[in-house]
């Protein structure tokens, strides 16, 4: 018995200081990978967090297993309303005609271009929005028959898959690569037939590891000075963006009429990226980001061929 209630005290202070660190991590902004990594894994700690609640209640651990759940509370306040449609606090965009947003990494352009091309067509695609994409794949999705789905289109393909690329079924303006990223960022403005451009970015900041931590800080904080500053009227953002909602610069990103696809319908915490393992995807990298537009559904979908799901998201456009 005495060894049953020593195993009890061990795992429930252990899911405590898995818990702790959790929640720490996800409140400070930080160029560490110390913390930014722990961050990147709240969610996965958090569940260890509730193993051990459960094993000091069963064990009569009481105040190991109160400690733990004030711990969960307090993360709950941010992770629940993630799960409440609307709880993000996105203001309701005037009524527009819906635009279907496809956001894909497709892993150094070796996404399986047929199935690519079919999702696309099936699921009635407007805007693509792709990372990864390599100068040899630019054809071969053309060849697949990408370019007669999507017709418009302004692309910075890149050696090595550092490229990112913009597909449409509307009229593209004003193209341009984002400088100073280390993977190609791209913008462009859309032509829905709106009273202003509808502005589009495709963003790959770099992972906080193997590049240094420091880099990807400042590639997250570039690219919040760039939303801040782009013109008044609806954006979408798609993105493999190398952060979770965990990541407080991530969330720092959530400003000025920013939101979160996932955060805007209570699709919650939506893990997209490994999907080339044994293991199901654990975190949720890639996102689809919103200004001045309503959200009405986002889904993830498989990109074959990718280590990362895509996601498909319903956007009204006023």
């Known amino acids: 018995m005495r060894a049953r209630a020593v195993a009890a005290v061990v795992v429930g202070l252990g899911g405590l200081a898995a818990g702790l660190v959790a929640v720490v991590s996800s ?22 967090t509730v193993v051990g609640v459960l094993v000091c209640l069963l064990a009569r651990r009481w105040w190991i297993a109160a400690a733990s759940a004030v711990l969960l509370g307090s993360a ?35 996404a399986d271009p047929q199935a690519l091309v079919a999702s696309v067509r099936e699921r009635r695609i407007d805007v693509l929005t792709v990372q990864e994409l390599t100068e040899e794949s ?27 690329a913009i597909y449409s079924r509307f ?11 280390l993977l190609a960022s791209v913008t462009a403005d859309l032509d829905v037939g709106a009273a202003q451009p509808l502005r589009v970015y495709a963003v790959h900041p770099v992972p906080p590891w193997p590049t240094p931590t420091p880099v990807w800080a400042s590639e997250l904080d570039m690219l919040g000075d760039e939303l801040a500053q782009a013109s008044p009227g609806a954006v979408i953002v798609g993105g493999d963006f190398n952060s979770t909602h965990a990541h407080k610069r991530f969330r720092d990103l959530l400003t000025g009429g920013y939101v979160d696809a996932a955060d805007a319908v209570g699709a919650g915490l939506i893990p997209t990226y490994p999907m080339d393992t044994w293991y199901p995807p654990v975190v949720g990298i890639d ?13 993830p979908v498989d990109i074959v061929g990718s280590d990362h799901r895509g996601l498909v998201a319903t956007v009204d456009v006023p």
Do not use: W
């Open 138 to 164: 630019v054809g071969v999705f053309d060849a697949a028959g990408l370019s007669a789905a999507l017709p418009y289109r302004f692309v910075a393909p890149y050696q090595g898959g550092a490229g990112a």
């Open 287 to 299: 996102h689809v980001v919103v200004r001045d537009a309503q959200v009405r559904s986002l889904e």
């Open 171 to 181: 009229p593209l303006s004003n193209g341009r690569e984002l400088p100073g990223y």
């Open 27 to 48: 409140m400070l902004e930080t160029r560490s990978m110390v913390v930014v990594g722990p961050a990147s894994a709240a969610p996965i700690l958090l569940c260890v």
């Open 76 to 110: 709950a306040v941010v992770v629940v309303p993630l799960y409440v449609p609307g709880a993000a606090g996105v203001a309701d965009a005037a009524p527009g005609e819906p635009l279907r947003v496809m956001q894909a990494n497709v892993k150094l352009g070796e």
